[in-house]
């Protein structure tokens, strides 16, 4: 399977700390995407990071992305109690439909105030 | 701002009946998908489409049909539902690049129950 696998399942922290949140997929990527999911909600796209990027940033976001390891993290700084969500990410490669996601399993997030 | 919306929110059918689930967006993309989402398993793909009248089977078909007769609707059916597809599923559109690799943007999801 294609799928990624996010590391730690679940993660629950202080408000004011960072999150960090690991993904580690199979296979050679197009590009990397982070979703955020609110409970029994739709997903909302995060972030995008190609194959050939190794850092990006979007306000409290940092995504880095190793290919040689095959693997991302996902940072949010100075989190809040809104940021609790799931946090998925997924990859779209080469070798399947190159408009298809493939996604993890999720890590739950909790911030506690 | 970016909008695909489905039918329901929450759905209760009875097993072996046929149940449609509707997803519209006004984006003018041309990728949609359908995917169920269950808790420990993720998202899985049943079906996405890249064109009008198009569509091909995405991880988990077995059960399910789509229907694609305009482009900014993309219909998922199950033809007789059974427990087993009491879910959340999911609906996401994006642009088709070509090259692959946007975004998708999701529906709000239906949560349905089949007793």
């Known amino acids: 399977s294609q799928q990624g696998e996010e590391d730690p399942q679940a993660l629950s922290i202080q408000e004011g700390e960072n999150a960090t949140m690991n993904c580690s997929y199979k296979?050679?990527?197009?590009?990397l995407q982070w979703y955020r999911q609110n409970s029994g909600r739709g997903l909302v796209h995060l972030i995008l990071?190609?194959?050939?990027?190794r850092e990006k940033h979007s306000g409290r976001l940092r995504v880095t992305l190793d290919t040689s390891k095959k693997s991302s993290s996902l940072l949010i700084t100075a989190s809040r109690a809104a940021d609790t969500a799931s946090y998925f990410c997924?990859?779209?490669?080469?070798?399947?439909?190159?408009?298809?996601?493939?996604f993890g399993t999720g890590t739950r997030l909790t911030v506690i105030p | 701002d970016v909008k695909v919306t489905q039918s329901s929110r929450y759905l209760v059918k009875r097993t072996g009946e046929k149940v449609f689930l509707e997803c519209v967006q006004d984006?003018?993309?041309?990728?949609m998908f359908w995917y169920r989402q269950d808790p420990g398993l993720g998202l899985r793909l049943i079906y996405f489409?890249?064109?009008?009248?198009?569509?091909e089977k995405g991880d988990i078909p077995e059960g399910y049909s789509v229907s694609r007769e305009k482009k900014e609707r993309f219909s998922l059916i199950l033809e007789s539902a059974s427990t087993n597809q009491t879910s959340m599923y999911l609906c996401?559109?994006?642009?088709?690049?070509?090259?692959?690799?946007?975004?998708?943007?999701f529906g709000p999801g239906t949560r349905l129950t089949v007793t």
């Open positions: 990071i190609r194959s050939n990027e």
């Open positions: 296979t050679s990527i197009n590009n």
């Open positions: 489409s890249y064109d009008v009248k198009m569509k």
């Open positions: 997924a990859t779209v490669s080469w070798q399947a439909g190159a408009n298809n996601l493939f």
């Open positions: 984006m003018d993309h041309e990728n």
């Open positions: 996401a559109s994006s642009f088709n690049t070509g090259t692959g690799g946007y975004e998708q943007y």
